[in-house]
């Protein structure tokens, strides 16, 4: 057993992350780091020995043991294994970029610093990007799927062209063309 899944709520957005955790960590006390905030906070790792008691006897409430290790001397950023991202990749108008996708509700388009209209506001050079291009929603099952925000060159998702108002889901390593920029869709 390399590592651990590990449910921490940030007490500052109330957003539910799952970390992926090393075996150096487990039984330590370490600061998390809120991917979404930036928020740190004290969180005990729990033990292997934690974790079998937890096994057997899962009713009841474990305390945990006080170790010399509980004082955490380091801050850890560990990654969200739960993550949906838009990866762009880049082309000679437009360079790598990545976004993180955690909102409910965000529409991709063109960066302007006059005014974005865009919550992913993609830099590029790309004139058939429209500022305001198209819409990502978070679905019930955790998944992602995306439309048409009315644009004038469409949104093709795998070479397939979206109709005007249709919604299809994402899967992973789907590839979005917005323009003639290139995003893949990546999730862990």
């Known amino acids: 057993m390399d590592k651990i899944k590990v449910k921490h709520t940030c007490s500052s957005c109330g957003k539910q992350q799952i970390y992926s955790v090393g075996q150096e960590y487990m039984g330590k006390a370490v600061n998390l780091v809120c991917n979404t905030c930036n928020t740190k906070a004290q969180h005990r790792i729990p033990s292997l020995e934690d974790l079998k008691k937890r096994q057997t006897a899962p009713a009841q409430n474990l305390k945990q043991s006080q170790t010399d290790d509980d004082n955490p001397k380091t801050q850890v950023r560990f990654t969200n294994t739960a993550s949906h991202f838009l990866?762009?990749?880049?082309?000679?108008?437009?360079?790598?970029?990545?976004?993180?996708?955690?909102?409910?509700?965000?529409t991709i388009g063109r960066f302007s610093s006059q005014s974005n209209l865009s919550d992913i506001g993609i830099k590029t050079a790309d004139e058939f990007m429209s500022r305001k291009h198209a819409i990502?929603?978070?679905?019930?099952?955790?998944?992602?799927?995306?439309?048409?925000?009315?644009?004038?060159?469409?949104?093709?998702?795998?070479?397939?062209?979206?109709?005007p108002g249709e919604e299809v889901y994402l899967q992973k390593d789907d590839l979005v063309r917005i323009g003639r920029t290139v995003l893949r869709y990546v999730t862990n």
């Not at 990866?87 to 955690?102: A, C, I, S």
């Open 136 to 163: 990502l929603r978070s679905q019930p099952n955790g998944k992602f799927t995306i439309s048409d925000a009315g644009s004038l060159n469409k949104v093709f998702v795998n070479d397939n062209e979206l109709a």
């Open 87 to 106: 990866e762009v990749l880049p082309n000679e108008k437009t360079p790598n970029q990545r976004f993180e996708l955690d909102q409910k509700y965000l």
